[in-house]
């Protein structure tokens, strides 16, 4: 606890009374850091702090990593914090500790009590954070937009590749289209330079990289950094995601293999709106990017662009071999690859796909379809989801459904919502049956066929197709004897019927003792995020289980 002679020493508590110094002292947590230790991290809830022993370093994450801020340092005596909490937003830069430190804190409420009861303290923290939002409008000015320039055409496989890593990633990208602003494209690039052309901070490839290449530019991981892992994710899903965090947060060693980008399809949604802690919604991509950020935070490993291609016993665990011949060893294995969208079975959606037709709906695709007409093919939540986020933008969007509406599939507030929207109809009874265009998406063949009525076969004009109409799991990789239902969902717990050992299965264990299976590609789950988060988390748990019960008896744990 501080008292009130040492509060003295900063010019803050020096324009107290009495009485509020010694409230202060009350008040005020005596928070002391070694070196290394975080004060706050950016995007947490702010307190008000005085800085009385030590050396803090402000740290901003800029395009998606870390830059120190050197020129921005507090003195002995200092105070700080008060520019978020009188904005009403969460911390604005996180806070190191270089050297051993000692800082008061006072809460929210307290540092309003202050400023409230004295007129020379607010008139110092008031004018001090005038002078601090100067200091900020001169550092946005200075702060580039993105990290990486592309230069290409929209309708270009590789390029688009790229760019749909980055979105998925969160990492702000500039696009330029050669062809279609070729006033745009720098002087210095060569001609005859190949699709894309890629600069990241600034250096050129000197070729057009891979998905991979642009990972390793952006110092993204893409290799694991060991050899052996206690827990082995494939997939970094909401199922993945969280079991990452919990088991990381836990003390396992924790390795996640991604092949495309953190989030899955959820991270892919425009917006999700029925997620616990969020009343306001929440786009897949915040959400993704949080979760992020809190896997590595714990310690948790998250290789990009990487695949698992088989998994196999070995070493009293499980041998598990990655795209490009890595191998490496996990005591236990959790199998969250999620879906992969329901491919659309109809004349000229191969040719056209990213030429126009696409599946999900991610933010990026926005700007895209700005005044445009557009058409969705699917009746569930994500559906929903994608007509109301791209009503903002597209003058026309129509919702294609098989059945009578969207009672039967889509949650009752979505529909609401999509009621409301002048520019959005649902067309029930109606299927796609072709696409046509030449370099790209021009129209829709659809028809609609009521069951009171005839069938009707209209060409409509269009420049996007997103296709929603569900998905399907991937598992073929997988070994022989683990166990999947008809369709190709993994089986676990009461669900097995080759299930070999004397005890009973964990409830999201496999048919492969130590394996265990969360979130969409398991069979007879739910198909919604928070269920995905809720079967991750679980499976932690049973992993513990797993593994103290290995330790304890090996035979009966199959090892």
Known sequence: ???????????????????????????AADVRLAPGEWLIREGEPPSFYVLFEGKLRMVKEVLGRQQDLLEYEYAIGDFFGETPILLGTQALVSLRAETPCRVARLERQEFQYLIRDSKEASAMILQTMNDRLMRVQKYATTVPSSRVLILGTKYDDDCRDIRAFLAANRIPFEFVDREEEPERVPPTMPKDWGCPAVAIDGKLFDHAPSVREVADA?????????????LVIA??????????????????????VERSAAGGQAGTSSRIENYLGFPDGISGEDLTGRAVRQAVRFGAEIAMTRCIEKLAPGNGGYSLELDGGQQVSARAVLLATGVEWRRLEVEGADRLLGRGVLYGASRPEAISVNGKKVFIVGGGN???????????????????????GLKLSMSQYLIGEIASKANIQVVPFTQVVSVEGDEHLQRVVIRTQPPQGSETVVSCEADALFVMIGADASTSWLPGELERDTRGYICTGRDLTRWKLERAPFPLETSLPGVFCAGDVRHNSIKRVSSGV?????????????????????????A
């Open 1 to 27: 606890m501080f008292t009130t002679d040492e509060l003295k020493r900063s010019k803050l508590c020096c324009v107290l009374g009495e009485t509020e110094i010694l409230r202060f002292a009350e008040k």
């Open 534 to 558: 809720g079967e991750g988390s679980m499976a932690v748990a049973f992993i513990h289980q797993y593994l103290a019960l290995r330790e304890a008896v090996p035979a009966a744990a199959g």
């Open 382 to 404: 994500s559906a929903g989801q994608a007509a109301m986020f791209f009503s903002s933008y597209a003058t026309e969007v129509k919702v294609l459904v098989r059945g009578e």
């Open 218 to 230: 952006l110092q993204l991981q893409t290799k694991p950094n060991s050899d052996s892992y206690d």
């Open 235 to 256: 997939g970094a899903g909401p199922a993945g995601m969280a079991a990452g965090v919990y088991g990381a947060s836990e003390g396992l060693k924790v390795l996640m």
